[in-house]
């Protein structure tokens, strides 16, 4: 199964992915392509130019911000489980194309804001849009929602609760 993790800017995926990762040796997460240096800061993943990019095989792949993002065709192809931050705009590609489960990682809006504000990364007013963004999950595609409002501790084992229930709940070929 594709475990495909979404939400909005400041939810805190990148932060509960790593504490997944961390607390679940045994479960596949996907390193992302990415059109953004390496030392860009942010989550590992694999840097490429725009050519290289072009160049792979990607079983789902997007833009955003100006930068393109993938995942590989060769690791959702392996068997296993494999979660991936994905963007909400893929949901419904992927659904058509493989078995899914998405995890919404979410918080109050003044969270988000918060959150976003103590990054320093965006005026005032780019945070105003991206808490304004709204995009809907497909119908049809089971969704297990993740509240990411109190302390690192907790959000992560609420992710990583999901993470298991999914993984022990999938069916094996």
């Keep these: ?35 953004r240096p390496a030392d860009a ?8 130019s725009h050519a290289e990019f072009d160049r792979r095989d990607f079983a789902l792949q997007w833009g ?11 690791d959702v192809a392996r068997d296993g489980d494999l979660v991936a931050n994905v963007s909400r705009g893929v949901i419904a590609e992927a659904a058509a194309k493989f078995p899914v489960h998405v995890i ?9 804001a918060a959150r976003l504000a103590a990054r320093g990364r965006e005026s005032a007013a780019d945070v105003a849009a991206r808490l304004a963004r709204a995009v809907p999950l497909p119908n049809g595609v089971p969704v297990t929602r993740v509240m990411n409002d109190g302390t690192m501790a907790e959000g992560v084992a609420r992710f990583v609760a999901a993470i298991t229930r999914l993984t022990a709940d999938a069916p094996r070929s």
Aim: charged share 20%.
């Design 104 to 112: 919404e990682v979410t918080a109050p809006p003044e969270v988000l």
């Design 64 to 74: 955003a911000h100006g930068l393109r993002y993938g995942i590989l065709a060769e």
């Design 1 to 35: 199964m594709l475990i495909l993790v979404v939400g909005p800017s400041g939810a805190g995926k990148d932060t509960l992915l790593d504490g997944a990762r961390a607390a679940l040796p045994g479960v596949r997460f996907a390193r992302r392509v990415i059109t």
């Design 41 to 48: 800061g942010g989550e590992d993943h694999e840097a490429v």
